[in-house]
T-cell receptor
Framework: AQKVTQAQTEISVVEKEDVTLDCVYE???????LFWYKQPPSGELVFLIR??????QNEISGRYSWNFQKSTSSFNFTITASQVVDSAVYFC????????????????FGKGTKLSVKP | DAGITQSPRHKVTETGTPVTLRCHQT?????MYWYRQDPGHGLRLIHY???????DKGEVSDGYSVSRSKTEDFLLTLESATSSQTSVYFC????????????FGPGTRLTVT
């Protein structure tokens, strides 16, 4: 069975601090996909990144970076120099390869980490 | 922007009444999904569709049915609403037919009294 664990329920930091959000996953698939979504206080869900299991290269996008380690089944998300606008709930998600018409490929979400960035 | 709208955005209904939520997309995406979001549970898949008239159950499908008679519309029906179905409901589409990310609609807040 697939499972995503975000052990940090809530994190509070002061602006300009770096913060890492942890994501640990379980899957038996050899090919799988990992995602991060952001849900700001306004409620919409915003896609941030998708990572394939066969590509362990870390990714950086501005102040955001993602560290994918298959050896520890982790896909952690770091925000550098956090800002108040980063305050949101962040969800990590996992899917297996899609089998057209089958249930494979559906997203399994973690329960989310609420990040509060204080000025 | 994946061109997704949901209606209504807010609804209050009484226990035992039927409720239909609508998800509409404008970009001809094949895959569509309905999730519910509850505190402490993250997002959980209710039903999904992989084409017109092709639907299947997700993790929490009991008490819900869906229909997709046109590519652009995916309807979620609560046959007889219960208080446990008070939640925020999100529709999502997948861009493309491979293994890609999903994009979400704005959500519908449903309260069952």
């Amino acid at each position: 069975a697939q499972k995503v664990t975000q052990a940090q329920t809530e994190i509070s930091v002061v602006e300009k601090e770096d913060v890492t959000l942890d994501c640990v996953y379980e899957t038996r698939d050899t090919t799988y996909y990992l995602f991060w979504y952001k849900q700001p206080p306004s409620g919409e869900l915003v896609f941030l990144i998708r990572r394939n299991s066969f590509d362990e290269q870390n990714e950086i996008s501005g102040r955001y970076s993602w560290n994918f380690q298959k050896s520890t089944s982790s896909f952690n998300f770091t925000i550098t120099a956090s800002q108040v606008v980063d305050s949101a709930v962040y969800f990590c998600a996992l899917s297996g390869p899609k089998n057209y018409g089958g249930s494979q490929g559906n997203l399994i979400f973690g329960k989310g980490t609420k990040l509060s960035v204080k000025p | 922007d994946a061109g997704i709208t949901q209606s209504p955005r807010h609804k209050v209904t009484e226990t035992g009444t039927p409720v239909t939520l609508r998800c509409h997309q404008t970009e001809n995406h094949r895959y569509m999904y309905w999730y519910r979001q509850d505190p402490g549970h993250g997002l959980r898949l209710i039903h999904y569709s992989y084409g017109v008239k092709d639907t299947d159950k997700g993790e929490v499908s009991d008490g819900y049915s869906v229909s997709r008679s046109k590519t652009e519309d995916f309807l979620l029906t609560l046959e007889s609403a219960t208080s446990s179905q008070t939640s925020v409901y999100f529709c999502a589409v997948q861009i493309g037919t491979g293994d890609y990310e999903q994009y979400f609609g704005p959500g519908t807040r449903l309260t069952v009294t």
